[in-house]
């Protein structure tokens, strides 16, 4: 099984920690845009006839931006063109600031069985701050047009005059208003970017102070019954998503549209991030990909342990040595013998600790040095 995630790089205005490949200028161009993620991905239907994929990622950008039609189409072509599992689970990104009841309502009727909603905060000071279009106002009507359905919401935490009321405010807020999966992610400020300007100057959290907003979140949503399932994820109920499972497990994704990046059979491709060169490239017939890697099988252990560690169920030694034909904790004595007071071992699995699981980049680096085995 695989999963398709399918690029818009389209919105109302760039958000000031954006790092994204997104154009707030040329919404203009939307449809030529769409017209050619088609074309793509009829360009890729003979080479993915073998491959059956159970999830569409529809991200950005912000997809709810442009006008719906094309994102009817967008399901509508996928399922043309790949064989996509009649219970696949379909994702759409939404800025609470660009939906409507007739959206949602297109959405739903051309197979759309998720939403993902950018909340960000329950602080409008600190939405402003952040360039957010969208105000709490803005992201309770839109919860209110999807109630009952499978909606996700994103909760932001390291934000300039945060406090960790403020975070578990937000959570009430996107839990009561009937979220069953909430993203909780640190901001990372990236050179070239507005808030970078902040981080520079000291105006956000320390990495110590991010900890504990992240400490605090992770408790509120256990109190309000989410289960955390990988280190920014959590959800109720079992409604993971599937489409970022499958990246965490290395699963097979094909991506489409400028800076879509694709990992299928082991080769590694990624498109151009020139919304130019995409068109140009597509229009004459030819992929738009500007780098191909195939991943060699050192290179296929390294990710398998550095995802599967991201993950609450962590790393399962069986599966482990059924794809590299080695025993795990044999092979990896050095780095287990050096975490041991950080992870669990036991016949079936290799995991981080709960408490430490936010700082698990420090764990998994002893697990990719290449003086093991």
Not at 81 to 105: Q, Y
Not at 254 to 274: H, K, M, P, Q, W
Request: one cysteine or more; a negative charge.
């Amino acid at each position: 099984m695989g999963g398709i995630y399918v690029h818009i790089p389209f919105c109302k205005s760039k958000c000031t920690y954006c790092d994204f490949t997104s154009f707030p200028d040329k919404l203009c161009f939307a449809e030529g845009y769409m017209a050619c993620v088609y074309r793509e991905m009829a360009m890729r239907k003979e080479g993915l006839k073998n491959h059956t994929f159970e999830s569409l990622y529809i991200g950005g950008g912000t997809p709810s931006v442009i006008d719906e039609k094309y994102i009817a189409m967008l399901v509508a072509a996928a399922r043309k063109n790949f064989n996509l599992t009649p219970d696949a689970e379909i994702t759409i990104e939404m800025n609470p600031g660009t939906v409507s009841a007739g959206k949602i309502d297109t959405y739903l009727r051309c197979g759309i069985n998720r939403f993902s909603v950018g909340l960000q905060t329950a602080n409008d000071a600190q939405l402003r701050d952040l360039g957010r279009i969208h105000t709490i106002k803005d992201f309770l009507a839109c919860a209110k047009l999807l109630k009952g359905q499978n909606f996700s919401a994103d909760v932001m935490i390291g934000l300039k005059n945060q406090t960790i009321s403020d975070i578990e405010r937000t959570i009430e807020v996107a839990a009561s208003a009937g979220a069953s999966h909430i993203s909780m992610y640190a901001l990372t400020p990236e050179d070239g970017t507005p808030i970078y300007t902040q981080y520079l100057n000291g105006e956000l959290p320390d990495s110590d102070e991010v900890a504990d907003m992240y400490a605090a979140g992770v408790k509120k949503l256990k109190s309000l019954g989410f289960e955390r399932y990988e280190v920014s994820n959590f959800c109720k109920n079992g409604r993971f998503s599937r489409h970022n499972l499958n990246y965490w497990r290395r699963g097979d994704y094909i991506g489409f549209g400028v800076a879509a990046s694709s990992c299928i059979d082991n080769v590694r491709l990624t498109n151009t991030f020139d919304l130019d060169e995409y068109f140009k490239c597509i229009l004459s017939s030819h992929f738009a990909v500007i780098d191909r890697q195939e991943i060699d099988k050192a290179g296929r252990e390294e990710e398998f342990i550095m995802l599967a560690l991201r993950t609450e169920a962590g790393l399962n030694l069986k599966n482990f040595k059924s794809q590299f034909g080695c025993d795990f904790p044999e092979k990896y004595c050095k780095a287990i013998e050096k975490t041991r007071e950080y992870i669990e071992v036991n016949d079936n699995f290799v995991k981080i600790k709960e408490q430490y699981l936010f700082v698990q980049n420090g764990i998994i680096v002893e697990f990719l040095r290449t003086d093991e085995g």
